[in-house]
């Protein structure tokens, strides 16, 4: 029969990432009941209200559902980019880190990375970026590539206004704008920020499902017609076509409806643990809480004394490297694991 993680791992509580909560039985009992078809011959009925109600929602003209979001980010980059061309990103884009390369070995095209703030970049930075389109010596630019929320920049959300600058500098240069919307729906949830402008903004954007959403799978690609006539093809050829694969499109409308709006428990839960964590004298900093991640760094001689406290109590982080550690929070971080990590971080301090 199957198990909720709590029935399983009662003693774990995993705090790695939010692409670890498993389907809750009303979500499986959902995907269970969805018409399906080949999708290859666009005969999935789940899979095309799935795609009709994400285009509807950012007001955009087409949708496209694709297994992971790396795939999502790789076609997107592959529609609006030719072999030798250049992307402008910042240093910490996941599309550059952690995608396995594919922006060269799928479009064989470079990135040009810029410092920017926890993974955010500015419009003057994207316009120094840019290669004059006239001396050949250098790669022609051709794309910009947002992320919203930032994964490295730990959960940290754009102001549209500088959205908006970047688009300017894009249009004035011809370049395309995508957005790798991965937690874009944890962005909409803490700033209010209005999908449909995000529609008229952006060329192409990605969202994924399978993270705080907590769908098993699943990512849209949405975006104007002129962008979109190209994305079966490109999904054809990445092998991201899939035939009945209405049953976990169902996942992800489940979760449209309903695992949206409590995101904000999430929310709430990681600014609780970025406070109990400032208290800490074994935690040298914490970056600003704004959705559902928190990366913390920690005091360089006191950094064992700490993970070994998470390790012996079960409690699972991801290690950012530097002595950065991350914490996620998700559906399956309920509040008694919640209550327990507080206690453990305000009881093991150097002063105790
Ligand atoms: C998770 C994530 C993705 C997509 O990852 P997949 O594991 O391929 O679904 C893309 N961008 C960001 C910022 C992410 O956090």
Known sequence: MYQTAHQENDHIIDLRSDTLTKPTPAMLEFMMQAPVGDDVYKEDPTVNELERRIADYFGMDEA???????????????????????????????VYNYEGGGVSFNSGVSCKLLDGNRGMITASQVEEAINPPDFYHSPLTSLVCLENTTNKGGGACYDFDEILKIKEV?????????????????????????????GETFDT????????????????????????NKAMRIRK?????????????????YALDHHIDRMVEDHKRAKELEAVLLTNDLVKSVDTVETNIVIFT?????????TNILSKNGVKYSDMG???????????????SHKKVLSLIESQTKKK
């Open 64 to 94: 496209l559902y694709f297994p992971t979001g790396s795939m999502t980010n790789q076609a997107a980059i592959k529609i609006h980019t030719q072999p030798g061309e250049q992307l402008i990103a910042d240093t910490y884009a996941h």
């Open 205 to 228: 954007i990605s969202v994924c499902l399978s993270k705080g959403l907590g769908a098993p799978m699943g990512s849209v690609l949405v975006g104007k017609k002129g962008f979109m």
């Open 170 to 198: 894009c249009k004035v240069h011809n370049l395309g704008l995508h957005l790798d919307g991965a937690r874009l729906w944890n962005a909409f949830m803490a700033t209010g920020q209005d999908p449909k402008v995000y």
């Open 298 to 306: 920690l005091q360089p001689d006191d950094s064992q004394l700490f």
């Open 322 to 336: 530097g002595g950065k550690l991350r914490f996620v929070t998700h559906y399956d971080y309920k509040e008694n």
């Open 237 to 253: 050829v990445l092998g991201g076509g899939m035939r009945q694969v209405g049953f976990m499109a169902a996942a992800g409308l």
